[in-house]
């Protein structure tokens, strides 16, 4: 299998706070892990695409300073949402790949609804 | 960039009826068409994928045909189930990036 486990599923917080979202992959190595965004009744809009050990690679119009990615480990990749606004509420879903090919297949965890009051 | 098309953006059928859904892709470069199904506050799960260098493939109920020469592929579930009921994205990539189309939601009445 392909298991990819997402945590929190669910954060209400105030706003001016920051959020912290992880995503571990079980029972593979990651090499390369993908932060989606889908609003509601939409698709998934790619945020930011990271590899194990490196910077990650955001889309354009997703601020970098704003949402923060970590990818320490080939299991592990986090996403801090930083002085969060209700503008930021939305449903984030983390994805990951394994081996180093391109066109591997991404499995996606469940996300996480992130609701700013 | 890769822009994907997908019809319909809802589908009803009747339980046991088959179901289609159709995506069309702008990018020739692509060799990669994952379908996903995303069920209400889930994350999308891999159901089939297909690439460039076939044609056709097919897992129990569910198949996938690509037509490169026109840019298109489809999903097609056959003997459709109630918990079928869901949205389901098609993409395209070619290289690590997916490109999702803007899915549809299949309802499957009994």
């Known amino acids: 299998g392909a298991v990819v486990s997402q945590h929190p599923s669910w954060v209400i917080c105030k706003s001016g706070t920051s959020v912290k979202i992880e995503c571990r992959s079980l029972d593979f190595q990651a090499t390369t892990m993908f932060w989606y965004r889908q609003f509601p009744k939409q698709s998934l809009m790619l945020m930011a695409t990271?590899?194990?050990?490196?910077?990650?690679?955001?889309e354009q119009g997703v601020e970098k300073d704003k949402f923060l990615i970590n990818h320490a480990s080939l299991t592990l990749s986090t996403l801090t949402v930083t002085s969060a606004h209700p503008e930021d509420s939305s449903f984030y879903i983390c994805?990951?790949?394994?081996?180093?090919?391109?066109?591997?297949?991404?499995?996606f965890g469940d996300g996480t609804r992130l609701s700013i009051l | 960039g890769e822009n994907v098309e997908q019809h319909p953006s809802t589908l009803s059928v009747q339980e046991g009826d088959s179901a289609v859904i159709k995506c069309t892709y702008s990018?020739?470069?692509?060799?990669?068409f994952p379908w996903y199904k995303q069920e209400l506050g889930k994350g999308p799960q891999l159901i089939i994928d297909?690439?460039?260098?076939?044609g056709e493939k097919k897992d129990q109920r569910i198949a996938v045909t690509l037509n490169k020469t026109a840019k298109h592929f489809s999903l097609h579930i056959t003997e459709t189930q109630p918990e079928d009921s869901a949205v389901y994205f098609c993409?395209?990539?070619?290289?690590?990036?997916?490109?999702f189309g803007k899915g549809t939601m299949l309802l499957v009445s009994p």
């Open positions: 994805s990951a790949t394994k081996g180093v090919l391109g066109n591997q297949p991404q499995h």
């Open positions: 993409a395209a990539s070619m290289g690590s990036t997916l490109t």
């Open positions: 990271s590899n194990e050990g490196s910077k990650a690679t955001y």
């Open positions: 297909i690439r460039s260098n076939v």
């Open positions: 990018d020739s470069a692509s060799n990669y």
